[in-house]
């Protein structure tokens, strides 16, 4: 979680919604933080993120919408997508020096029939209309002009959001004040339009769609790997774009992944594979592994249907390896071998051997397959 309150003051930074980067805050964690600082309080939110979730920042929006005090949003860095949808919910908006502010169509990854593509449409369809009026009760416009922003996905410094109703004001910095701040760690190339100095941002300091420490990290990115030593210093030139990225490769070859998650038995995890951008190679190991790990929890529930079904899933989301898998499956039979123990009264003479159909032979079983296929 990223929100700290201090005070009168609420500091949002991050991605908004639960996701697998390092930094990130929720609907939850928000209304926890005006809770602390009071329900008729006024109150200052300090805003830096490059968005997330849509429907979650629908959620925070809400939840600042309905504080009783007086709402100030000072955008510090970045608001972009989702976390600009938050932004409109402030009394009096304000954009710091520097600053950007990003509206655009909210975007979805849909797997299955024809029938299910088009529920997705629908869905993201009054997505887009719902932020349109969260954009147009701000700005005064017509939600036809905002969805025509939104479409072009716009970018704007805080002269253009004042200028487009997005905004109410710019930050008057006083002379020796601290260095403007700077966006949130964010993978900007998933936008359509960022500006290239994002994009270059986003390469020098490998701020792509980062999985929690314990999963595989995606390969560097050809646009990584040819990238020129640059420093972060204003005005410094940013480094060139190529022609192709890890965002468009990944969705050239989103077809071919997700029938390789389908023949792999692991359609669910089509979605993660490509929002991290990986390549065609890098999916196959993935799968593979994931396969290994459905194959030890489907031996484990042989003897105790007791392990949910989504075990697997679960520690797959969570960026565990097959040997973290088969770990916790181990310890998880031989709690059940104790506690079955226990409760039967069964004398040390009388316990299964191996060979007779017990959890050693399950264990001895899963340890061989393990070292099989490792």
């Not at 209309?129 to 716009?154: P, S």
């Not at 704007?156 to 966006?183: F, I």
Request: glycine share 10%; hydrophobic share 45%; with cysteine.
């Amino acid at each position: 979680m990223t929100v700290l309150v201090n005070g009168s003051e609420i500091v949002l930074s991050g991605t908004v919604g639960d996701l697998y980067w390092d930094e990130c805050f929720t609907a939850s964690d928000v209304i926890l933080a005006l809770a602390q600082v009071g329900r008729g309080q006024d109150v200052i939110i300090r805003l830096n993120s490059g968005g997330g979730i849509a429907t979650e920042g629908a959620a925070i929006h809400s939840a600042i919408a309905a504080h009783g005090g007086r709402k100030t949003i000072v955008i510090e860095g970045i608001a972009a997508s989702a976390a600009s949808v938050i932004a409109m919910a402030g009394d009096d908006v304000v954009m710091s020096p520097g600053a950007l502010m990003m509206v655009h169509d909210p975007s979805g990854f849909t797997f299955g029939t024809v029938d299910d593509h088009e529920k997705q449409i629908t869905a993201l369809t009054a997505l887009a209309t719902a932020m349109a009026g969260i954009y147009a009760e701000k700005t005064g416009k017509g939600v036809d002009e905002v969805r025509a922003d939104m479409r072009a996905e716009i970018w704007m410094t805080p002269e253009e959001a004042v200028s487009g109703g997005y905004a109410d004001r710019v930050l008057t910095r006083a002379s020796g004040a601290d260095p403007e701040p700077q966006p949130t760690a964010f993978d900007y190339r998933l936008f359509e339009h960022p500006p290239e100095r994002l994009v270059a941002l986003s390469d020098r300091r490998a701020w792509t769609n980062r999985a929690r420490p314990t999963a595989a990290a995606p390969a560097a990115s050809p646009r990584q790997q040819e990238k020129p030593m640059a420093n972060d210093k204003a005005g410094s030139e940013p480094a060139p774009k190529p022609e192709t990225s890890s965002t468009t490769i990944a969705r050239a070859d989103a077809a071919e992944v997700a029938k390789l998650c389908v023949d792999g038995g692991v359609p669910a995890l089509a979605a993660t594979l490509l929002a991290e951008g990986v390549t065609v190679a890098q999916a196959k190991e993935r799968i593979g592994i994931a396969g290994q790990i459905n194959d030890r929890v489907a031996l484990a529930r042989r003897k105790d249907s007791s392990i949910p079904a989504d075990f697997g899933t679960k520690m797959l989301a969570d960026g565990k390896s097959v040997e973290h898998v088969v770990t916790a499956l181990l310890d998880k039979l031989a709690a059940n071998e104790e506690q079955t123990s226990i409760a039967s009264h069964v004398p040390a003479t009388e316990a299964p051997q191996a060979g007779a159909g017990g959890s050693v032979d399950l264990v001895a079983d899963m340890k061989r397959r393990h070292g099989a296929q490792a």
